[in-house]
């Protein structure tokens, strides 16, 4: 997710990829399994639908559009998928579209992107997490029947092929075209690693997946052969994915014997506490876990374990809040009902699952938008903490339980930089048309570079690159406006420079140049380098 998006487009995210369920969210405690038993009340109004009702009705689609509302009086993560979306995730079940490179929710009859696969189709072609799909290819999306698997089967397509999709933008008045060159994506967990300093080894984990853990391991094990010491686990934006994986991950670092996450539900068999094993290869490292408002789920349960027993520094903001293990059952014609079937626990007691009454999504996202306008993004001081739910950590902290992982190290939101300019430039995609047009012009001497420092050193002067982005976007209907385009100025140009690094030398070098300006990155550096995440921590 871009830290540097303005709020209106974040709070747009997180409704779409918490209210809706949470797509990649994926939290089993057993094998998938098939309920049995019909419920007489359900047939018998099914039956009388179909024969006495004064329209003829199909059947199947009426209860197809009615499970959702059925699922609404439980739990905002609870969800149902459909058969044919079903089918599609048993063969990507990254849940990522091959063709165009991004996951996509159908919330509230609309077809919204959840997230962008880094430097892939969408990405490129300027779309946003956020975006609401109104029309591919000239079509409306109105007409299309709303199901997740329709409209991916209708979004593939050949390699290199085009695609035009019109998007709305929360907060701009415009429905905006975009052509997406389709192209297929094979997508990894872990965004990007490297050193960041001589003696730091950095992490941006996007999510727990199967193959998440073998990433991890891999990654932590190549930068401590370049000299790591210490290292800094980038989980900002992280929505979740298997509970397994978190734990494992955890694992890493904990010696043998330590609680690292326990879940309880109704039924005994989701009763299960886990603890470390003393096998992890990082038991002795230093360590820093970066969160925000937006990670969930398994961020939290990884956070949690790192933070109760008092391994490493949580660096960043309160966490999303979200406590509810998932178990998926088959139905009868393949479809998923993804059912909350326990809550889990960190390992000082605590859940930190926030409030929620059934499947109330306003009531459960204006949490998040009231953390944003009692100050909470901004100031240490505004977070609402629930005093009652006290715990203590292996060593004699307090932590608090009932919404969300409190940092040890808070980091406020930051804002600079952000002005309507830049705000209208984005919302275009110009920033990445610009960057990706820069490259295509300037590539074969970029690819002769050894690394992005080099290539910082040797790109136009930010006078010149400012001038040329400022003349580009002109040309892309945002006239330049130099009160805010200076304001805007680092941001707009970090962003040029790390996306050009992005499509020569990796995430890496996307990474790396982003986080010389990241706050949060730059706190929790400072703290490793005061040796603050020494084991054990105890203020």
């Known amino acids: 997710m871009n830290r540097n998006l303005p709020i209106w487009l974040t709070i747009a995210i997180a409704f779409i990829a918490f209210a809706a369920g949470l797509l990649i969210d994926r939290h089993y405690l057993s094998s998938t399994s098939k309920p049995e038993g019909d419920d007489p009340k359900v047939k018998a ?104 698997g329709e409209v991916y089967k209708l979004l593939s397509g050949p390699d290199g092929s085009q695609l035009t999709l019109s998007v709305l933008r929360h907060g701009y008045p415009k429905v905006l075209d975009f052509i997406v060159t389709r192209n297929r994506i094979v997508k990894k967990t872990l965004d990007s690693y490297y050193m960041i300093d001589k003696n730091t080894g950095y992490v941006k984990v996007n999510q727990f997946e199967r ?29 979740g994915g298997y509970m397994e994986i978190a734990v494992l991950m955890a694992n890493e670092f904990l010696p043998a014997g330590q609680p690292i996450v326990a879940t309880r539900g109704r039924r005994k068999q989701y009763n299960q506490p886990y603890k470390s094993d003393g096998k992890g290869a990082f038991k ?65 007691g605590r859940c930190i699952q926030k409030e929620y009454k059934g499947y109330d999504l306003n009531q459960y996202i204006v949490e998040l938008l009231e953390r944003y306008k009692h100050g909470e993004a901004y100031n240490s001081d505004s977070i609402k903490i629930d005093k009652s739910q006290k715990y203590t950590t292996a060593h004699g902290r307090t932590v608090y339980g009932g919404g969300g992982i409190i940092p040890d190290i808070f980091v406020a939101r930051d804002t600079a930089g952000i002005t309507n300019y830049y705000i209208d430039v984005e919302n275009a995609g110009l920033i990445q048309r ?106």
């Open 434 to 539: 610009f960057a990706f047009t820069y490259c295509v012009k300037n590539r074969t001497t970029l690819e002769r570079m050894s690394d992005y420092k080099q290539f910082l050193r040797t790109t136009p002067i930010d006078n010149e690159l400012i001038q040329e982005f400022a003349d580009f976007a002109a040309e892309g209907g945002i006239a330049p406006r130099w009160y805010y385009i200076n304001r805007s100025r680092d941001l707009i140009l970090t962003k040029i420079k790390a996306i050009i690094a992005h499509d020569i030398f990796g995430p890496e070098g996307y990474s790396a140049i982003v986080n010389r300006n990241d706050n949060t990155v730059q706190t929790a550096l400072k703290a490793l380098n005061r040796h603050q995440a020494a084991f054990p921590i105890t203020e």
């Open 45 to 148: 109004i099914l039956d009388l639908v179909a024969q006495e009702y004064v329209d003829t009705v199909n059947t199947d689609d009426f209860l197809e559009r009615s499970i959702p509302f059925i699922l609404r009086g439980l739990d905002p993560h609870t969800s149902y998928i459909d058969s044919q979306y079903s089918k599609i995730t048993k063969n990507h079940p990254d849940g990522v579209i091959p063709d165009i490179g991004a996951v996509l929710i159908i919330f509230n009859d609309t077809i919204h992107v959840e997230c962008i696969v880094p430097a892939g189709p969408s990405d490129i072609a300027g779309i946003l997490p956020g975006d609401c799909i109104v029309k591919i290819d000239g079509q409306p999306t109105a007409n299309i029947k709303k199901s997740t």
């Open 211 to 239: 193959s998440t853990h073998k990433e991890f391991v891999e990654a932590l094990t190549q930068l401590q052969a370049q000299g790591a010491k210490r290292f800094m686990i980038d989980l900002r934006g992280n929505g």
């Open 284 to 348: 002795n490292v230093e360590l820093a876990v970066l969160i925000d408002e937006y990670s969930a789920s398994a961020s939290e349960i990884f956070a949690g374990a790192i933070q109760d027993n008092d391994r490493g520094l949580i660096v960043g903001r309160r966490s999303f809040g979200k406590g509810l293990v998932q178990n998926d059952f088959i139905l009868p014609d393949s479809s998923i009902l993804r059912l909350a079937v326990a809550r889990y626990y960190t390992p000082s």
